[in-house]
């Protein structure tokens, strides 16, 4: 929990507003994703996952689905991510791609 805590007050004093956390994991490893409103930015909506990745949106439609998708995807691309006959048949994205923990 000190991690969701840290992640989220960084965001605070970098002066994002927080209007939502996500909890899950990847490949095993717990991670939180936040949902922020910046602005000072062209587009002030997104989400930032503890795993690094983020994403930006001009209105506040669509930020929470695809938060939650990212921190809980689909249990097919799971499934593709570890069985090699089944990676063939799933185009990975940019934004489920995430490093291994090691």
């Not at 939502?20 to 910046?38: L, M, Q, W, Y």
């Not at 996952?49 to 097919?76: K, L, M, N």
């Not at 691309?77 to 934004?95: C, D, I, K």
């Amino acid at each position: 929990m000190a991690t969701e805590l840290d992640f989220v007050t960084a965001a605070r004093r970098a002066g994002r507003w927080v209007i939502g956390t996500f909890h899950g994991n990847h490949d095993g490893a717990k991670i939180v994703a936040i949902s922020t409103r910046d602005d000072s930015a062209p587009l002030p909506y997104g989400w930032e996952c503890s795993c690094g990745i983020a994403q930006r949106f001009p209105s506040e439609d669509g930020v929470f689905r695809s938060a939650w998708r990212h921190v809980h995807p689909p249990r097919w691309r799971v499934w593709a991510r570890r069985v090699p006959l089944l990676r063939r048949l799933v185009q990975p994205t940019a934004r489920l791609q995430h490093p291994r923990v090691a």
